[in-house]
Structure formats: C-alpha cells, structure tokens
Nanobody, 115 residues
Framework: QVQLVESGGGLVQPGGSLRLSCVAS????????MGWYRQAPGKQRELVAIITNSINTIYADSVKGRFTISRDNAKNTVYLQMNSLKPEDTAVYYC?????????WGQGTQVTVSS
C-alpha cells in the first residue's frame, strides 16, 4: 500500500503564492517520477508539472515561469511552489507518483485563487 498525503492548498488572492507538499509513505520502492496534476470544475485532469528521479522536469505551458516543482528523495516528498497565481489556476491539485510501473494518486487539495 502506498499513501500520498497532500497539503498546502487554500484560498489566495490573484498574484499570491502557495506551496503544495505531498508525502509518500508505505511500500515505497524506487520512485521514478513524482508530479502534480489538477482538475478544474467541468474540465479534465491535466498535467501541471512532473519531476523524474534524474531531476528532469516538465511543466505545462500555462504554468511555466510561475510554478516550480522539486523533490526531497530522503523524505519521499514532492513540492510545488506556485507564484503569481491566477484565477484560472483554481482547481483541485493531485499528487502523482510512478514507481515500478504503477501509478498512485493522492486525494487532492483545493487551490482557489480569488479576490
């Protein structure tokens, strides 16, 4: 069993910042990739950012230059620093971990950007 626990979501004004965290626990073996996806109401889940075990990163075009993904392998934790937030960033953000050919999801954390 693998558990992913996200934290750090909340309500923030446009232009503000939030930092999401996701801790993986349980039967953790050789995590290959960690990342964040998001799903806004009425829309499909979409990639936000991913980071591999070789620290290669991929970002959605909509967040490039504003969001930064990082990971702490010793803590099995992935972070998403979100700056210059926009109302269109409002969504439930899901942590994603890929290891040994299996994919695991967190339960999600709500991010709301509104004045």
């Amino acid at each position: 069993q693998v558990q992913l626990v996200e934290s750090g979501g909340g309500l923030v004004q446009p232009g503000g910042s939030l930092r999401l965290s996701c801790v993986a626990s349980g039967s953790i073996f050789s995590i290959y990739r960690m990342g964040w996806y998001r799903q806004a109401p009425g829309k499909q889940r979409e990639l936000v950012a991913i980071i591999t075990n070789s620290i290669n990163t991929i970002y959605a075009d909509s967040v490039k230059g504003r969001f930064t993904i990082s990971r702490d392998n010793a803590k099995n934790t992935v972070y998403l620093q979100m700056n210059s937030l926009k109302p269109e960033d409002t969504a439930v953000y899901y942590c994603n971990v890929v290891m040994q050919g299996t994919t695991h999801w967190g339960q999600g954390t709500q991010v709301t950007v509104s004045s």
